[in-house]
């Protein structure tokens, strides 16, 4: 796997030594040079020192820390050492001045990238999913032009996503459609991947704006008070699709992942088990690190990379006036 | 306030300069980069440095000021740090000659440049710092050009071309 992120499945020990992080396991020490390593997850108990998290915080390393049950616990999120005073009052400022400025292409972007989702399966003979990718190409854009409050946009959201959620029971086999998404503690298969799939790009996502300029408590289409990293929850947004539920098509219809196999049977198969979780992060940082052209930079770039660059295009916005246009599948910028 | 990198960036590009005088730097992800950011904060190595009053000197001596730079990839913009460094130290009643050494040398055949500032020269160069002032203190960053060979390297190049 290339990448420059670390994932702890088992309990142990993380300390410094020279110029990496070992973690110590039962069987043995891992080492994680520090200069290739950006983000550390743990999913299980895990001791670490002061001295540790100093290293960390030099070497502005972000960690992330899992209960054993797939619950968020929180992010150690070393001192910012991109700091502009200027953006920040900017940032502030959109917030007050043009919230819905920023907030409406999101809930566009959206739309788009579920749309982009679901074509591939109308194409492939599921013909009834017309009506909704039409709502979405058609109706989407006009109905969030036309609102001028932002409660009524997350109406809207809301509307997109439950008409998504409404198209599983073409996509996915019977087992895993779901009828409703019920997040807090999730109720079935299908929402503890929903659930976990979020929660994972929620801290990619973190991580990407750690490397930025923005303030991440500053968001625009959720409160700034509904998470101490709101801004994330923004722009990930427009990624779900893309990242999070094509994950978990591929992993479902594959049957990378099944209920029986990945699920944890006693508690009511609402949580995946250590396999089945490792099999989704696997897959989910695949496509995360999967390259592609971008359209515009003409780079080769990866999907977390296009995360951080919907970040500068939002740092253009507050502080150059360009409009704010997050990644869309479709055009690939 | 003025500092030599920032006429330097002004001479390289305008807007470079405008947003790292802001504070948008960006992150470099080259590997030299990291490391190097980590070593230094980890040692806090102390460099061999005069530093006064925003510049700092790489080398002092009875008739030079010494700028060193790693690449001769712009010496237009390292000669015009340069002859800031020189006015800085005439305020100061310090006269010195300027003296640019690059390591490595890829475009020019000489890595050795030298330049003396002339009174007249002083007249234009401080008129220029003004409206450097004055440009720094402009509520946005002028648009990014047409992507020049130099973006290529450059760490803005994501920032200025998405
Ligand atoms: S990418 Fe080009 S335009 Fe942008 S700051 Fe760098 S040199 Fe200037």
Redesign the pocket.
């Known amino acids: 796997m290339n990448s420059d992120t670390r994932y702890i499945f088992s309990t142990g020990e993380l300390f410094q030594k020279d110029f990496s992080i070992v973690f110590r396991k039962e069987d043995g020490n891992i080492y994680f040079p520090v200069k290739d390593t950006r983000e550390l997850y743990c999913f299980n108990e895990v001791t670490l020192s002061t001295k540790l998290m100093q290293l960390l915080a030099k070497a502005g390393i972000v960690v992330h820390f899992f209960g054993y049950y797939e619950n968020y616990i929180g992010t150690f999120y070393p001192k910012e050492y991109l700091l502009s005073g200027r953006l920040t009052v900017a940032q502030a400022l959109a917030y007050g001045n043009n919230r819905l400025t920023v907030a409406k292409p999101i809930v566009c972007g959206t739309a788009k990238n579920i749309h982009f989702v679901l074509y591939h399966y109308y194409r492939h003979g599921k013909s009834d999913l017309k009506e909704f990718l039409d709502w979405l190409h058609k109706s989407v854009p006009k109905l969030v032009d036309d609102t001028g409050d932002i409660k009524q946009l997350l109406r809207i959201e809301g509307a997109i996503w439950a008409g998504f959620y409404q198209t599983f029971r073409e996509i996915l086999p019977e087992s895993f459609a779901m009828n409703k998404r019920v997040k807090r503690p999730p109720d079935n298969p299908i929402n503890a991947l929903i659930s976990f799939g979020n929660t994972l790009l929620y801290t990619k996502t973190i991580t990407e704006i750690y490397h930025t300029h923005l303030n991440q408590t500053i968001s625009f289409l959720h409160e700034p008070a509904e998470r101490r990293f709101s801004l994330s929850l923004d722009l990930s947004e427009v990624f779900k699709p893309i990242l999070v539920y094509r994950t978990i098509f591929d992993c479902v219809n594959n049957r990378k992942i099944t209920v029986e196999k990945h699920f944890n049977k006693s508690l009511n198969y609402a949580l995946l088990n250590d396999a089945g979780r490792k099999t989704f992060i696997e897959a989910f940082d695949e496509r995360l690190n999967q390259t592609f052209e971008h359209n515009t930079l003409k780079r080769r770039i990866s999907f977390k990379q296009a995360i951080r660059l919907d970040g500068y295009k939002l740092i253009k916005y507050i502080l150059e006036g360009k409009k704010f246009v997050p990644f869309c599948m479709e055009d690939k910028k | 306030m003025l500092t030599g990198t920032l006429v330097n960036y002004y001479t ?2 305008r ?2 300069c405008w ?1 790292f005088y802001h504070h948008i730097n960006m992150e470099d992800n080259s590997e030299d980069v990291r490391i190097g950011r980590v070593l230094h904060e980890l040692k806090k190595q102390d460099k061999k440095e005069i530093a006064l009053e925003g510049i700092k000197l790489d080398k002092l001596t009875a008739e030079y000021v010494t700028e060193i730079k790693k690449s001769d990839a712009d010496i237009p913009a390292a000669m015009a740090q340069l002859e800031y460094y020189l006015i800085v130290l005439r305020d100061k009643g310090i006269m010195r000659k300027g003296r640019l050494e690059c390591i490595e040398k890829n475009k020019q055949n000489k890595s050795i440049h030298t330049l003396t500032l002339t009174e007249e020269r002083m007249g234009e160069l401080k008129k220029e710092y003004r409206s450097i002032e004055e440009f720094l203190n402009s509520d946005v960053p002028p648009p ?2 047409k ?2 060979p ?2 290529k390297k ?1 760490a ?2 994501e920032y ?2 998405i």
């Open positions: 390289h590009c807007r470079q947003l990014p050009p992507i020049k130099m973006c450059c803005y190049f200025c071309f």
